[in-house]
């Protein structure tokens, strides 16, 4: 043999060996990289799971609240309502004379210069108390500013317990 093809053998012996060791390397590394593969389809899987869990939770959240606020929004309006028409009730019974608005006078205020009698009438309900009749039209703003109160009252009410529910 002559020194090329002796060269030539050791050329092809070494070009045979890199490329079985490539071939090697290539399916080791083939392995590994479906191997991380699987366990990142795996952990994917799981995190899906568990985000799906928890909008499954929340969404179950959101709606009970939301049957909360309805159910207390009902309530609310209910109470609105009722309240509007004891209201409308009193302010048409001002209207007609079946019910007098009256204040208790205080006795002991000299000031006052009131001369409504002490003694109570055979019609009066209330005994030995100095009382003085109002005026309809002076009710009728009273009672409209009361309504307006009890109003306000609700409302704040129902904007409490609206902000306790969804602050829970």
């Known amino acids: 043999m002559t020194p090329w093809q ?20 290539d399916w080791r590394y083939a392995g590994q990289l479906a191997s991380q593969a699987a366990l990142l389809a795996d952990d994917l899987k ?11 939770t929340e969404r179950n959240k959101r709606l009970a609240i939301e049957q909360q606020l309805a159910t207390q929004d009902q309530q609310h309006t209910r109470e609105l309502y009722d309240e509007q ?12 004379a079946d019910v007098r608005l009256s204040v208790l006078l205080d006795a002991t205020d000299s000031a006052s210069g009131c001369n409504v009698p002490s003694a109570s009438g055979a019609v009066s309900v209330v005994h030995a108390a100095r009382r003085a009749q109002l005026d309809p039209a002076h009710a009728q703003r009273i009672i409209s500013i009361t309504d307006d109160g ?3 009252l609700i409302a704040l009410r129902a904007c409490q317990t609206y902000v306790r529910t969804v602050a829970r």
Request: aromatic fraction near 4%.
């Open 85 to 96: 028409r004891k209201q409308t009730l009193l302010r048409d019974r001002l209207a007609t």
């Open 150 to 152: 009890d109003q306000g």
């Open 46 to 56: 799981t995190l899906t799971q568990a985000a799906l869990r928890q909008q499954s």
């Open 6 to 25: 002796i060269i030539a053998a050791i050329t092809l012996a070494i070009a045979i060996g890199f490329g079985g060791a490539w071939q090697v390397q």
